[in-house]
């Protein structure tokens, strides 16, 4: 596993490429439950900690595949 600098923090069109899916899609995972909460860094600004998101995939039933920047779902 590659070392990530601690304080990485992903916007959701980099969430939603990590995943290969839309903007909404990861609003709605978010309102359904289980998807990490973003962090508010002021105004209108949400971000995804790194750390957090792969937390939550370790905890996934299903595997991930990293493909260049993306992740796909097996």
Known sequence: MNAVPAGVYLSV??????YNVSKD???????????????KL???????RLA???AWEATCAFGF???GSAVILT
């Not at 002021?42 to 995804?48: C, H, L, P, Q, Y």
Request: aromatic share 12%.
């Open 13 to 18: 069109e980099q969430v939603a490429l990590r």
């Open 25 to 39: 899609t990861i609003w709605r995972w978010r309102r359904e439950g289980d998807f990490p909460k973003p962090v």
């Open 42 to 48: 002021g105004g209108k600004t949400s971000r995804w």
């Open 52 to 54: 957090d998101i792969e």
């Open 65 to 67: 595949v990293a493909s």
